[in-house]
């Protein structure tokens, strides 16, 4: 029974983050140039963030988090569009681990967690 209710839990928050991260403005990114870099400030002509900026951004964050910092988390960054993968110690962790990398500035919205595991 606590299994189901941890698995409905987990499916909400997902299903949550997952509308949270629609991005109805339309953003930017230079995908013509092939420099991987993404707008930060959506459509409103804001600074870009290169591909690299990003990855450190979110390492960073990780870093600054207990749980995060001694996790196997690879992020991959391409033309603005995460995709975390490795293993979180929990499920706490692993959406916060989501949570960190959406905020970023110059993530592009959904940030790709499906490779990313935890214990159940």
Request: glycine residues 18%.
């Given at each position: 029974m606590n299994k189901s209710k941890l698995t409905l839990v987990f499916l909400a928050v997902l299903t949550a983050a997952g509308c949270a991260g629609l991005n109805l403005g339309g953003g930017s990114t230079d995908s013509d140039s092939g420099t991987?870099?993404?707008?930060?400030?959506?459509?409103?002509g804001g600074p870009t963030v290169s591909d690299s900026e990003i990855t450190s951004a979110i390492k960073d964050a990780f870093k600054q988090d207990p749980e995060l910092a001694a996790a196997n988390i690879t992020v991959t960054v391409e033309k603005g569009m995460v995709?975390?993968?490795?293993?979180?110690?929990n499920v706490q962790a692993y959406l916060r681990a989501g949570s960190l990398a959406r905020n970023v500035p110059g993530v592009r919205p959904p940030v790709n967690v499906s490779n990313l595991q935890y214990p159940l």
């Open positions: 991987g870099t993404a707008s930060a400030a959506g459509s409103r995709t975390l993968s490795g293993n979180a110690p």
